[in-house]
C-alpha cells in the first residue's frame, strides 16, 4: 500500500511540476526576493562564542559576577618595548597619544604612564593624597631617569600593570565603555580611531605598538570571519563547478547547476536574516556547505536525466523519471545528511542549536531547488547533443568499476584485513586525542593580532581575564584584616604559577598604603598589622582618592572582591591543573561558612563550553546514528541490515577520530561537528547503494552475487562522482584562517574519502559474506519505503 501510495506520489509531483513550471518558477523568484529582504537582518556576532546553555552553573557565575562588577572584557591594551622610547620627544608623545583616547564617548577611562598617581601621606589632613608622577609633560632627560626610578624600583604596586621592570616593556590600559563593548560602537572605535591613530603613531615616531585585549581581539577576527564568507562562496563554487564540469564536460549542465546552489546560498542567509541569528566562525561556514552538498544532487539528477536521454530519447519521458526514480531517492539521502545536522538542535548549546536549525533548513531548501528548477529548466533547452552525453561511455570510468567489481570479487579477505587493521590503528589513535579549551586556538596564526597575543603573553604573563570573586557574605567584610590576609596567601599561589600574570586587587592597595604611610619605604609594602590597620584606615577613609581606587576592587556595599589576573593561552589540561591548584588553596583558607569563592573568567567559561561540547558531541553522534538506524529500520524492516549499513560508515569516523590522535589534532569547538556532519553525508551513499542492490535482487530472482555487482556497477560512479565533489568541495575550507575551520575541512574530506570506499568496498563484501543471513528474501523482499522505483513506473509526457 505504502509502495503503491509513493510511487503515485512521485507521478503526480512530477506531472505538477513539469505542468506548472512558469507557475513554479515565479514561485521561486518571489520567495528568493523575499529571503532577500531578510538580508538586512543578520547580525555579526559581537561575543566570544558562549558554548554553554544559559542556565548552566557556569554561566550563572559568570553573570553574577558581571552583575557585581561588569563587563571584564572591556580591556584594549597598547604595548612598546623599544630603548628609544625613553626619550623626551616620544614619551611625550606616547603619553599625548594615551591621552587623545580620553575624548572618545566608547571609551571609560584610560590609563597610561603619565596617569600613574604616587600615594603620599599628608600628616595635616591625615589622609593621603594622590600626586601624579608626570605633572605636565617631560622636558628632560633627568626627569626620564627618575620616572624609570621611581616606577620600576619604588612602587611595586604597579609593577607588571603598566609596566615590566625587567624587560623596560611599557602599556597603556584603555577600558571601553562597558555598555557598548559588545556592540557594533566598538568595531567603530577599534577599526575607524585606535587602529589609523597607532598605525600614525608609528610611522612618525617609528615605534612598533603591539594592540591587543578582548575587544580589540574579537573586533578583527570577527572581521576575518565575515571576509571570509565571501571567499569561501567563491572557492565554493569555483571548485565544485570545475569537477562538475570535468565530469560532464558541459556548460549548459555546469551553469545550471552553478543557478541551483547560488540561489541555495541566498535563501541560506535569508533564513538566517529571517531567524535574527547572528554570523558565528559556524553558521559562517553553511552557505559554502550549501554549494558542495548541492551540487551532487545535481549530479544525480542530470545523470540520470542524461542516462534516460540516451536510453529512449524522450525528453519529457526523461524528465519525469529523473523526478520519479531520483526524486525519492534524493529525498532520502538529503533527509539524513539534514539529520545529521538537526541532532546539534537537541544539544542545549545556542551556537551549536542555531547551527544545526540554519544548516538542516537550508538543505533540505537545497534539495527543493534542485528538484523543482532542473527538470523545468531542462524542458526550456533543446534535445542533448551526442557531446553531453560523451562522459556517460568513459572508458576510465569503466576501469575504475572494473576495478571494485574486481576487488570485491577475489579480494575481499584483503578488504577485511585493511579494516580490521585501520580499525586497531585507529582505536589506538583515539586514546591519544587531547581535548582544548584555549579561546585563542583557532583565531589565525598568521594575523598580526595573534602575534600580539604572544607578546604580551611573554611580557605580561597574557591577555585572557581569569576573574575570582570573594564573598565574604557581610557589609564591609573585604576590608577585615583577616579577609584581606587570606586573599593575600590566595595572591601568593597566583603569582608562583607560571601561566598567570601578578594578581591585580585591593590587597595591593592596602599594601600601596602601608608603604605610603612609611614615606614611600618599599620594605613597608606590605598588609599592615592589626595594630597599623587601625590608623592606616583612618588616613584611608578621609582619602576620596582611595574611595575611586577601591570601587575598581570592590563593590559599593564592600561585601564582594576580585582579584583579577591574566593567563596564557593554555590547554584544557593546564587550565584545569590550575583551577584545581586555586580550588585546593581556597578550600584551605577560606572557611565555607564565612565565604563563598568562585573562579570565573571568559577563559574558564570557554574552556568549561569545550569540555560540555565534547559530552555533547558523543550526544549528538549518537542520536545521528540512532536516527539513521531507524531510518534504515524503516526502510528494510531488518535488524541485521541496520549493522551491515552502520558498520562502513562508523569505520571512516573511527579512522578519522584516530588520525587526529596520531596528528595531534585536539577536539575543540570546530571539530566536534565532524563527525555528525560526516556521517550524516556518508550515509547516503549507503542508502544509494542498499536500494539498488535489493531492486537488482528482484531484477534477478534474489541471486546475490549478480545483484551485488549490478548494484556496485549501477551507483559505483555515481558514489565516485559525488564523492569526490564533495571531497574537494569540503576541501575549501582549508584555504580559511582558522586552525579548526581549516581542521574541520580537511577531516570531513578525508572522512568522507574513505566512506566512499568503505561503502564501495567493504559494504558489498559484507553483503557477499554475509549473504545467507542477510541477503535473502526474507529480509529484502518488501521495504516499507521504495526509495528507487522499478523501472515500470509511471511515464505520462503530458
Not at 523526478?323 to 539534514?338: E, P
Amino acid at each position: 500500500m505504502f509502495k503503491l501510495f509513493t510511487k503515485n506520489f512521485w507521478g503526480v509531483t512530477a506531472r505538477l511540476i513539469l505542468r506548472n513550471k512558469i507557475s513554479i518558477l515565479i514561485g521561486i523568484v518571489l520567495i528568493t526576493i523575499f529571503f532577500s529582504l531578510q538580508w538586512k537582518n543578520m547580525r555579526f556576532t559581537f561575543t566570544e562564542a558562549n558554548l554553554l546553555p544559559d542556565d548552566h552553573e557556569i554561566n550563572i557565575i559568570y553573570n553574577d559576577f558581571l552583575k557585581t562588577f561588569g563587563e571584564e572584557g572591556n580591556l584594549i591594551v597598547l604595548g612598546i618595548k623599544d630603548s628609544t622610547l625613553f626619550t623626551t620627544e616620544k614619551l611625550n608623545a606616547w603619553n599625548k597619544l594615551s591621552e587623545e583616547f580620553k575624548g572618545y564617548v566608547a571609551v571609560e577611562t584610560v590609563i597610561s604612564i603619565k596617569d600613574l598617581q604616587k600615594l603620599v601621606k599628608d600628616t595635616v589632613h591625615e589622609k593621603f593624597l594622590l600626586q601624579p608622577f608626570i605633572k605636565d609633560s617631560i622636558t628632560s632627560v633627568a626627569q626620564i631617569d627618575l620616572l624609570q626610578e621611581e616606577l620600576f624600583n619604588k612602587y611595586p604596586f604597579y609593577d607588571n600593570f603598566l609596566f615590566n621592570k625587567e624587560t623596560k616593556t611599557i602599556r597603556t590600559a584603555i577600558y571601553m565603555d562597558k555598555s557598548i563593548v559588545n556592540t557594533s560602537a566598538r568595531k567603530d572605535f577599534v577599526v575607524d580611531v585606535l587602529m589609523p591613530k597607532i598605525e600614525a603613531f608609528e610611522k612618525d615616531y617609528n615605534l612598533d605598538v603591539r594592540i591587543s585585549g578582548m575587544p580589540y581581539i574579537r573586533t578583527l577576527n570577527a572581521q576575518i570571519i565575515i571576509d571570509e564568507i565571501s571567499g569561501f562562496v567563491l572557492a565554493a563554487l569555483l571548485v565544485t563547478s570545475l569537477i562538475f564540469f570535468f565530469f560532464f564536460r558541459s556548460f549548459r549542465a555546469t551553469f545550471i547547476s552553478l543557478i541551483v546552489v547560488c540561489i541555495g546560498v541566498m535563501w541560506t542567509l535569508g533564513i538566517l536574516g529571517l531567524l535574527k541569528y547572528e554570523i558565528t566562525v559556524l553558521t559562517a561556514l553553511i552557505p559554502p556547505l550549501i554549494i558542495v552538498i548541492g551540487i551532487p544532487n545535481c549530479i544525480f539528477l542530470i545523470n540520470k536525466y542524461q542516462h534516460e536521454v540516451q536510453l529512449h530519447g524522450n525528453k519529457v519521458r526523461s524528465l519525469q523519471r529523473v523526478i520519479t526514480k531520483i526524486g525519492n531517492a534524493t529525498l532520502m539521502t538529503n533527509v539524513t545528511t539534514a539529520s545529521g545536522f538537526a541532532t546539534f538542535i537537541l544539544t542545549e548549546s545556542t551556537l551549536l542549536k542555531e547551527f544545526g536549525i540554519v544548516a538542516s533548513l537550508s538543505i533540505l531548501a537545497i534539495f527543493i531547488l534542485c528538484l523543482l528548477i532542473i527538470p523545468i529548466i531542462y524542458t526550456f533547452l533543446p534535445f542533448p547533443k551526442d557531446r553531453h552525453l560523451e562522459h556517460l561511455n568513459k572508458r576510465w570510468i569503466g576501469g575504475f568499476v572494473n576495478w571494485m567489481e574486481c576487488m570485491v570479487k577475489n579480494k575481499h579477505i584483503t578488504i577485511y584485513a585493511v579494516s580490521i587493521g585501520l580499525l586497531i590503528l585507529s582505536i589506538i589513535g583515539i586514546y591519544q586525542i587531547k581535548i582544548s579549551g584555549s579561546l585563542i586556538e583557532d583565531m589565525p596564526k598568521k594575523a598580526e593580532f595573534f602575534e600580539d597575543i604572544r607578546f604580551f603573553e611573554q611580557e605580561f604573563n597574557g591577555i585572557m581575564p581569569l576573574e575570582i570573586m570573594i564573598d565574604t557574605k557581610r557589609k564591609k567584610g573585604v576590608m577585615k584584616l583577616s579577609t584581606l590576609k587570606r586573599m593575600d596567601d590566595l595572591e601568593d599561589l597566583i603569582v608562583e604559577i607560571p601561566e598567570l600574570s601578578k594578581p591585580i586587587s585591593v590587597v595591593g592597595l592596602v599594601k600601596y598604603s602601608k608603604q605610603a604611610y612609611y614615606n614611600g619605604n618599599t620594605k613597608f609594602y606590605q598588609l599592615p598589622t592589626s595594630q597599623e590597620n587601625s590608623f592606616i584606615l583612618s588616613y584611608a577613609k578621609n582619602s576620596t582618592s582611595n574611595v575611586d581606587l577601591l570601587k575598581n576592587f570592590v563593590d559599593s556595599t564592600g561585601q564582594y572582591a576580585r582579584i583579577t589576573t591574566f593567563m596564557k593561552d593554555v590547554g584544557t589540561d593546564k587550565m584545569e591543573r590550575i583551577e584545581e591548584d586555586l580550588q585546593a588553596k581556597i578550600n584551605k583558607v577560606f572557611p565555607k561558612e564565612q565565604y563563598n569563592i568562585t573562579i570565573t573568567g571568559k577563559a574558564l567559561v570557554f574552556q568549561k563550553g569545550t569540555k560540555y561540547l565534547v559530552k555533547n558531541l558523543a550526544i549528538s553522534l549518537s542520536l545521528a546514528i540512532l536516527l539513521i538506524a531507524l531510518f534504515m529500520a524503516y526502510m528494510f524492516r531488518s535488524v541485521r541490515m541496520i549493522v551491515v549499513s552502520l558498520i562502513p560508515n562508523l569505520l571512516p569516523l573511527l579512522i578519522t577520530a584516530g588520525l587526529m590522535g596520531y596528528l595531534g589534532v585536539p577536539i575543540k569547538p570546530s571539530t566536534i561537528l565532524v563527525f555528525s556532519i560526516a556521517f550524516g553525508i556518508s550515509v547516503d551513499d549507503t542508502i544509494h547503494f542498499l536500494a539498488k542492490y535489493r531492486q537488482e535482487l528482484q531484477a534477478n530472482n534474489w541471486k546475490i552475487k549478480i545483484s551485488v555487482y549490478g548494484a556496485l556497477r549501477e551507483t559505483g560512479v555515481s558514489m565516485f562522482y559525488t564523492s569526490i565533489v564533495l571531497f574537494f568541495g569540503f576541501s575549501v575550507f582549508i584555504i580559511s584562517s582558522f586552525g579548526g575551520t581549516v581542521a574541520l575541512g580537511a577531516l570531513v574530506s578525508v572522512t568522507l574519502l574513505f566512506a566512499m570506499l568503505s561503502n564501495l568496498l567493504l559494504l558489498p563484501s559484507l553483503l557477499l559474506s554475509l549473504e545467507r543471513s542477510i541477503a535473502n528474501k526474507q529480509v529484502l523482499r518488501k521495504p516499507t519505503i521504495n526509495i528507487i522505483p522499478e523501472e515500470d513506473g509511471i511515464d505520462d509526457e503530458n
